[in-house]
């Protein structure tokens, strides 16, 4: 880490229809609105880490985009997003290659996101 630091992280998307997604993010998902700035909506995953979406009137380029949400209890979220009838593209399962157990889903705007619990030893959220 450099020696000036940053405080949190925020990753932003567009989306056209704010709306859908702060029900999603906020409905389904759960997570907190840290702020609302009107055309855009910034999300808390994490105590430093958050993800956030502005309006925009073009069509949303989502090709390419995942993004990923790390916990210890995928299935626990499997069973959520499948009961709030979220289309899930990939079921709960083991990736030997990166030591990870890991779900795929969509949100309202076709990003692609990801559930994943890291099973290497090497991974820590710690500094």
């Given at each position: 880490?450099?020696?000036?630091?940053?405080?949190?992280?925020?990753?932003?998307?567009?989306t056209t229809d704010l709306e859908a997604t702060s029900a999603f993010y906020e409905g389904v998902l759960g997570l907190p609105l840290v702020l609302d700035q009107g055309q855009?909506?910034?999300?808390?995953?994490?105590?430093?880490?958050?993800?956030?979406?502005?309006?925009?009137?073009?069509?949303?380029?989502?090709?390419?985009?995942?993004?990923?949400?790390?916990?210890?209890?995928?299935?626990?979220?499997?069973?959520?997003?499948?009961?709030?009838?979220?289309?899930?593209?990939?079921?709960?399962?083991?990736?030997?290659?990166?030591?990870?157990?890991?779900?795929?889903?969509?949100?309202?705007?076709?990003?692609?996101?990801?559930?994943?619990?890291?099973?290497?030893?090497?991974?820590?959220?710690?500094?």
């Open positions: 880490m450099s020696e000036l630091g940053f405080d949190a992280g925020i990753a932003f998307c567009a855009c909506r910034i999300y808390r995953l994490s105590p430093s880490c958050h993800v956030g979406f502005c309006l925009r009137e073009e069509p949303v380029d989502t090709d390419g985009v995942v993004l990923t949400f790390v916990t210890d209890d995928v299935d626990a979220w499997f069973t959520r997003l499948s009961e709030a009838g979220v289309p899930v593209e990939k079921e709960p399962q083991s990736n030997e290659e990166y030591q990870i157990y890991h779900l795929y889903a969509r949100d309202p705007n076709g990003y692609l996101f990801e559930i994943q619990r890291f099973d290497d030893p090497r991974w820590s959220t710690e500094d």
